[in-house]
Structures are given as structure tokens and as C-alpha cells.
């Protein structure tokens, strides 16, 4: 059974971090390439960024290009979402995702596994 579990979100104030991580199991973390997206109130699911299996290859949105960056651990099965300078627009829950496929993959129907979702709040 294949879980993703996401944790460190929260309130922020703008101009504000936060690091999200998202552990995974019951995979092979190593063969996945590992996604972010992003899900705010009355909007679709959209693409954050994109860590290739061997974190090599990185891809992010140009909506926090600059600002977050996303990193790996395979020896811990978990990859990070680092989310520096952020903004009321950020305010989303937030999900990590599996793709078993390499390439630059940015749709929801490309990710085989996801996690339920942490909620980060930007606000004063």
C-alpha cells in the first residue's frame, strides 16, 4: 500500500518560509520522479515543481520560480518543498505526488500517487 504523507505546512505572513516534506512508502522512492502541486479554494490543481527519481533534474511553475525550490532524500524516502518570500497567492493546500515516468510531466493525470494535502496560509 502505497502512502505519501505530507506535514510542515501552516500560517505564515507574507514575505514569510516554510518547508514542507513529504514521506513516502510502500514504493520504490528511487524510481519515482516526486511532484508538488497546489489546490487553492474555487481553483484546479496546479503544477508547483518537479524533482526527477535521481533529484537531477528539477522543474518548477513560473509562479515560484525564484522562490521555492523542491530537493530529495532517497535514503529517507522524502522530498521537500523549500517555500521562501511567500505571498498571500500561495495560500493553497498543498500535495506531494509519485510519477513512475521521467520528463518534464506538470498534469495531475501524469502522477500515479498522491498524499493528502497540507494546508499553508499566507496572511497577516
Known amino acids: 500500500q502505497v502512502q505519501l504523507i505530507e506535514s510542515g505546512g501552516g500560517l505564515v505572513q507574507p514575505g514569510g518560509s516554510l518547508r514542507l516534506a513529504c514521506v513516502a512508502s510502500?514504493?520504490?522512492?528511487?524510481?519515482?520522479?516526486m511532484g508538488w502541486f497546489r489546490q487553492a479554494p474555487g481553483k484546479e490543481r496546479e503544477f508547483v515543481a518537479r524533482?526527477?527519481?535521481?533529484?537531477?533534474?528539477?522543474y518548477l511553475s513560473d509562479s515560484v520560480k525564484g522562490r521555492f525550490t523542491i530537493s530529495r532524500d532517497n535514503a529517507k524516502n522524502t522530498v521537500y518543498l523549500q517555500m521562501n518570500t511567500l505571498k498571500a497567492d500561495d495560500t493553497a493546500v498543498y500535495y506531494c505526488?509519485?510519477?513512475?515516468?521521467?520528463?518534464?510531466?506538470?498534469?495531475?493525470?501524469?502522477?500515479?500517487?498522491w498524499g493528502q494535502g497540507t494546508q499553508v496560509t499566507v496572511s497577516s
Open positions: 524533482l526527477s527519481s535521481l533529484g537531477l533534474t528539477r
Open positions: 505526488a509519485a510519477d513512475g515516468r521521467g520528463g518534464n510531466r506538470r498534469l495531475v493525470g501524469h502522477y500515479n500517487y
Open positions: 510502500g514504493l520504490s522512492f528511487s524510481s519515482y520522479a
